[in-house]
């Protein structure tokens, strides 16, 4: 007498649906992880190697300034953003190289007590082997009119 087993196979749409969550993980990834466009605000013309930069975007206002100025590579700065016309919270500060990747650098801001609106924090950009770098710093934050995202670019040696 013959003994067979059945083989359970995996049914096709149990495919279809790992194919489907894998693609949408991979757009939701990539749109979580990427720059804001353009129109997000960002203040090509200012110097923060000379100056405060401020944007405008919808009701808000967004100041950011760095210090000690020059900015330099490997050494400690300060971060200070200052947000008006909305409510802000879990302000968050990304720099990336523009032209080559250089790591992580994420550092969340703290709020300043007493002063609503004021966000501080420090970092340190990574050293470049060319010298010189374009950088990219993303300034993230919630806000009562929904979030609220810009970046500003500059060099630093």
Known sequence: MAHTTAVKSTPNYLYLILLAGFILAVWLGSSFFSLPSKEAGVASQCDLHQQRCTVQIGEATLSLEIQPRPIQSMT?????????????????????????????????????????????????????????????????????????NTWFEFRAK
């Open 76 to 148: 400690p700065f300060n971060y200070h953003v200052q947000i008006d016309g909305v409510e802000a919270s879990n302000v968050l500060i990304n720099l990336q190289g523009s032209e080559m990747f250089m790591g992580i650098n994420q550092t969340a801001l703290t709020a300043v007590k007493g002063q609503p609106g004021t966000f501080t924090g420090s970092g340190q950009l990574a050293v470049c082997t060319t010298g010189e770098m374009l950088w990219r710093l993303t300034v993230a934050a919630e806000t009562t009119a929904g979030p609220l």
